[in-house]
């Protein structure tokens, strides 16, 4: 048996990973879905002070909570800051990390210095009504549970603590099936690296609806290789 914790984008919630989290369930596995403060089912908790450390604490917290000693930790769109955030504190009992057409930051950087002046000026135009909460980006399907995002998250930088360097396993998921995407960047990174796993979805950003028995069977291969 294998532990999985995994994390949503912004704007989100946990109902983005409830199907991924049944089908390894179903496998026998555990599952974690971390609940992201002011998002999905904490969304009464929003507020502008929310920052990326608050996420990362949130999801150690429950890691905690859960009893999980070693686990494959995996983060979706905004999900991969904060797994990045979660591995400086816990890289040592994480058996793999998987980046699911995610955002993959270096030493010191934010979710705002890895994207450009488009969606800068969303972030900005987006949370002038609500200060500190960002609407959901205009070209986002419409789902009426999208909430506002607090721009803290987008602004605070991951910082590295070497902890980072112990995780045994790392793989990043690059979906092929929308353009423009913010991604590529992160996957020409670490495609050719041999310390990385890379496969490509033919999916849209959304990997986990367009190509659930896929990205499951990647998690799978990556907790069986690490038990």
Do not use: N
């Amino acid at each position: 048996m294998t532990d999985y914790v995994l994390v949503h984008g912004a704007w989100g919630g946990g109902w983005t990973l409830a199907g991924l989290a049944a089908d390894l369930e179903a496998h026998g596995h555990r599952v974690l879905v971390a609940a992201l403060t002011g998002l999905g089912d904490r969304a009464a908790e929003l507020s502008p002070a929310v920052d990326l450390s608050r996420h990362i604490a949130d999801v150690i917290k429950q890691i905690g909570a859960a009893g999980f000693d070693r686990f494959v930790l995996a983060g979706h769109s905004y999900g991969g800051m904060v797994i990045t955030g979660v591995a400086t504190h816990l890289g040592s009992r994480i058996d793999a990390l998987a980046y699911i057409d995610a955002f993959l930051p270096g030493d010191g950087q934010s979710l705002w210095d890895l994207t450009g002046e488009q969606d800068h000026q969303f972030y900005i135009d987006g949370q002038r009504d609500t200060p500190g909460l960002v609407a959901p980006l205009p070209f986002l399907p419409p789902e009426p549970r999208l909430g506002r995002h607090p721009l803290l998250t987008l602004l605070e930088p991951v910082r590295f603590t070497g902890e980072e360097t112990k995780v045994a396993r790392r793989a990043y998921i690059f979906a092929t099936g929308w353009a423009p995407t913010p991604f590529t960047r992160f996957y020409d990174a670490v495609k050719d690296d041999p310390a990385w796993e890379v496969h490509r979805s033919a999916a849209s950003h959304d990997v986990m609806t367009d190509q659930p028995e896929q990205l499951c069977e990647l998690l799978l291969d990556l907790g069986r290789r690490s038990s």
